[in-house]
Structures are given as structure tokens and as C-alpha cells.
């Protein structure tokens, strides 16, 4: 097969997994598609933690009289087939089962218990292996997962709203900045992360909620911080809380772009000034832009490290 249909494939691969985008957690999300004589036989994703991973699931949706086609199959997986005994057998052994005679690859599985192994199980047992189709992707689609593994620590985004010419309030006050559309977007970013930190000043003077209430899905964990009570990774960590949201003023917010401690920075922009205030946050240097839009004069962009 060409790569321009590899990518085709797992491009179906990474919609199947964000299907899994609520339920998947602490487990990555996963996309896998089984295609024979150039079309679909199979597919699936990992839809819930402890339960039946993607690969699993597509074999499952495979129909009986398409089963002799297996051994001619290939397997697109967003993410490397794990080798390891969890709370389910490894998938790489189903795989080999199947016989399965080539296996295209999105991107490695960073996490201890795998990180190549299934790859080489898959390779030793003579399939044909593909690694790195729309590796970069794969990579941001479970970028939580591999922070919190690599790193033992959450993916922390910052994130602001601020006026057209710089402030995050007026004169000191509180000020609405979004829009009806752009506040929904922000409790659809929070219902997809674990929690929520603001600081204690924003906290006694805003009284924030900080919970879902313009969106459907969980609410994350509301964390306040101040000199007493700073913030703990560890301790995060252990608590198995993958995504943090830094939503404080911005002695809050300075306190993690001094220390270079983020890895996502949301800033909206709306379409009006204040004559003073509270100055928003400098960017620091080593951003680039992942991604922007506009939203009837909302400006909504998405900023990332250099080289991430």
C-alpha cells in the first residue's frame, strides 16, 4: 500500500479514538481499523478504562465470513499494541494469533510497560511492522498520557481571557470577556481535563466555580493555591491527575511561565478595551502558535513550546 492510504487509514483510526476521549482515562485514547482488499473489515477503540482495547474490539466487529481475510489483513493502531498483561491479555498476542501479516503503527507507546516491546513482539513474530504514520497526530492526541508518564506530572495548560489592548480586568475589577459561544468552548476544555487550579486571591475575590455547567461531562477537580498551600506535582501524580488547567491571575499564571512549567497556553482575545488594569501575561519566547480561530470577534489561540 502507498502511504498516502496508510495515512487515510489511520487518520479513521484517530477518529475512532477520540470517541473514547471521556472514558478512555487514565488509559490512552486508541484507534485501530483492520482492512482487506482494500476495505474495512473491522474497527474499533478503546472505549472505557479496564475494558476491551481497540484492537480487541475491531477484531470482535470483524464479521465470521470475513475472517479468512485476516491473514492478508493489515491493522492500523493509532498507538502501539500493548505487550504486557493488565487488566486485559496483550494485544500484540491477539494479534499474532489472528495472524494478522502486517501492522501499521501510529506512533510508540511511551508508557514503561510497553515502549517498543509490543513492536518487537509483533516483529519477531514475522509481521511486517509500520511505525510513525501520522506520528505527530498520534503524539497530540494522547499528549496528557505521555506528559504524565514521561514526566510524572500533569499537562498543565495555562489559560487566560484578556482585552484587545492587554488586561486581564478593569482597573482591578472583575470583567467579562467571553462570549456565550467562547464560555462554551471553556467548559468543553474542562470537562476533558482532570482539574482545575485558580489562586487564592482570584478565588476570594471571584468566588469562581469552576465546574461544567455550559457543557455536559464530569467537572474537574477544583484546586486553590497560595504561599501555604503551593502546588504539589507529586502529590498530583500519585493522585493519577493527568491535565491541569491554571486559570489564576497572573501572579498565579507568571509563577508557572517563570518556572517554564506548561505545556499548553490558551489565551482569547476579545474585541474591546479598558483604559487600565491588571496587565495580561507576557507570552514567553519559546511559543508558536498550534492553532487559531475567530469567533465573532473572538480571537482563540492556542499556543505550544517550540520544537514540542
Not at 487514565?26 to 473491522?42: E, F, L, T, W
Not at 517498543?116 to 498520534?138: F, M, N, P, S, T
Not at 486571591?201 to 471571584?206: I, N, P, Q, Y
Request: net charge neutral; hydrophobic share 35%.
Amino acid at each position: 500500500m502507498t502511504q498516502t492510504t496508510d495515512e487515510t487509514y489511520m487518520r479513521r483510526c484517530l477518529q475512532l479514538a477520540r470517541c473514547g476521549r471521556s472514558n478512555a482515562k487514565p488509559n490512552p485514547m486508541v484507534g485501530a481499523v483492520i482492512v482487506a482488499d482494500g476495505r474495512i473489515i473491522g474497527e474499533g477503540y478503546h472505549v472505557r478504562c479496564g475494558k476491551e482495547h481497540a484492537e480487541v474490539n475491531a477484531f470482535a466487529a470483524v464479521r465470521p465470513e470475513d475472517e479468512p481475510l485476516l491473514p492478508q489483513a493489515t491493522m492500523y493502531v493509532s498507538l502501539e499494541p500493548c505487550s504486557h498483561y493488565g487488566k486485559t491479555p496483550p494485544c500484540a498476542d491477539l494479534i499474532i494469533k489472528k495472524g494478522i501479516k502486517r501492522v501499521v503503527v501510529g506512533c510508540i507507546d511511551e508508557y514503561a510497560e510497553v515502549k517498543g516491546r509490543g513492536i518487537r513482539k509483533l516483529q519477531e513474530a514475522g509481521i511486517d511492522v509500520i511505525v510513525g504514520v501520522l506520528e505527530d497526530e498520534c503524539c497530540w492526541l494522547n499528549r496528557r498520557f505521555f506528559t504524565f508518564h514521561r514526566l510524572h506530572r500533569p499537562y498543565i495548560i495555562l489559560k487566560w481571557a484578556q482585552t484587545a489592548n492587554g488586561f486581564i480586568d478593569d482597573h482591578g475589577h472583575q470583567l467579562a470577556l467571553s462570549s456565550p459561544f467562547t464560555q462554551m468552548l471553556c467548559h468543553k476544555l474542562r470537562a476533558e481535563e482532570d482539574a482545575i487550579l485558580v489562586g487564592r486571591v482570584t478565588d476570594d475575590r471571584e468566588h469562581p466555580q469552576l465546574n461544567v455547567r455550559h457543557w455536559v461531562g464530569p467537572s474537574p477537580r477544583r484546586l486553590v493555591i497560595d504561599r501555604q498551600h503551593p502546588l504539589n506535582m507529586e502529590s498530583l501524580y500519585h493522585h493519577d491527575i493527568q491535565s491541569l488547567i491554571v486559570e489564576g491571575g497572573r501572579k498565579t499564571l507568571e509563577s508557572f511561565l517563570m518556572q517554564d512549567l506548561w505545556d499548553e497556553i490558551r489565551v482569547e482575545t476579545a474585541p474591546i478595551t479598558v483604559s487600565g488594569g491588571t496587565r495580561a501575561p507576557q507570552l514567553p519566547a519559546n511559543v508558536v502558535v498550534h492553532d487559531s480561530a475567530h469567533h465573532s470577534g473572538h480571537q482563540l489561540c492556542c499556543y505550544i513550546k517550540k520544537n514540542a
